[in-house]
């Protein structure tokens, strides 16, 4: 049989470790990025020179943790060229992604023994992706964007409670997106939302962000901007056929065979004066034209003399019946 007391006691020493382990990562510091920007990771218990500080790395509570700086000296076994350390002891980081959130420890050992406490620091990226790349935006085009914070803690939901946490999308004026119906937002946890739309017109060029607030303060935020490749949309305008009065009456009032007669023998007159100029083009005196236009011109004579015998017949056969 287990003493009740002894059993009391060993619960009260684990919620007291707990607590204590609690304690000790709230006094981290937390530092807000968002992906592509640098940042610089402090380190508070630094002493001079940088020559006795060590930075190790955990991604997760439960990961192994990996030494990035020993003695002021980058691990060689490290590649990522990203990471430098500042005149200050601090981590720097070149263009951070969303795969560089953890957490990040500073430690000094002089001797090879450890001096001081561990300053600990709590990277937290956020990072936006998009459904439709930049060439298939256009009106009438769905488009879903999807906003994350990466954290170090296993559950984001605990520590978006314990730590006063909110994240959300606004317009370009700051609006809450949530309010609006023609946004769709979904949240399977605290810091992912989803936000779903159809573009409009009007969207070209429009910006949205998505931020995180800690405690009512704006600690990061992101923007997208919404940029149309191809042409937008426009309402399609209805021809208008323009037509001439003027001509349309002479052609429904009834001609004279005097009229006929005038008409003919204008139309006869200008297809005589167009085989004449055909025939002066075509003269010794007038330059040459080149050899594949010769076809041409004759087809031209030829067809213009076969209509001019027509409409000659046409007239004699008026003028009898006249």
């Keep these: 049989m287990v003493d009740k007391g002894l059993l009391c006691l060993l619960l009260g020493l684990i919620i007291l470790c707990s607590r204590l382990t609690g304690m000790i990562e709230a006094e981290g ?14 380190c508070i218990n630094a002493l001079s020179g940088c020559t006795s500080t060590t930075w190790t790395y955990n991604k997760h509570r439960s990961s192994a943790a990996v030494e990035l700086i020993y003695g002021g000296i980058k691990n060689k076994n490290i590649r990522d060229e990203r990471l430098s350390l500042g005149s200050d002891c601090s ?31 709590f990277l937290h990226v956020l990072h936006v992706s998009s459904s439709s790349t930049q060439t298939e935006m256009r009106s009438g085009s769905s488009v879903t964007l999807t906003c994350q914070l990466f954290t170090y803690k296993d559950s984001c939901d605990d520590f978006f409670r314990t730590e006063d946490l909110q994240l959300f999308w606004v317009n370009q004026v700051g609006v809450n997106l949530q309010t609006d119906s023609r946004y769709q937002i979904l949240s399977s946890k605290q810091c992912i939302k989803i936000l779903t739309t159809t573009l409009l017109n009007e969207d070209n060029n429009r910006e949205w962000r998505c931020l995180v607030q800690m405690k009512n303060e704006t600690k990061i935020s ?79 004579i030829a067809a213009v003399f076969l209509f001019a015998v027509v409409l000659l017949g046409v007239i004699c056969i008026k003028k009898r019946s006249g």
């Design 29 to 42: 510091t937390h530092v807000f990025s968002s992906s592509g920007e640098n940042v610089a990771l402090p």
């Design 222 to 300: 992101v923007r997208y901007t919404v940029k149309f490749k191809g042409p937008t949309k426009t309402e399609a305008v209805p021809a208008v056929t323009t037509i001439n009065t003027e001509r349309l009456s002479t052609l429904n009032s009834p001609v004279t065979p005097i009229q006929h007669s005038q008409a003919l023998t204008t139309t006869t007159t200008t297809l005589i004066q167009a085989v004449s100029v055909c025939k002066k083009t075509s003269s010794p005196t007038a330059p040459s034209a080149p050899k594949q236009q010769v076809p041409v011109i004759a087809a031209v």
């Design 91 to 121: 981590l720097n980081i070149y263009k951070t992604t969303k795969d560089d959130h953890g957490q990040y420890t500073c430690q000094q050992y002089v001797n090879e023994q450890k001096h001081g406490t561990d300053a600990q620091v």
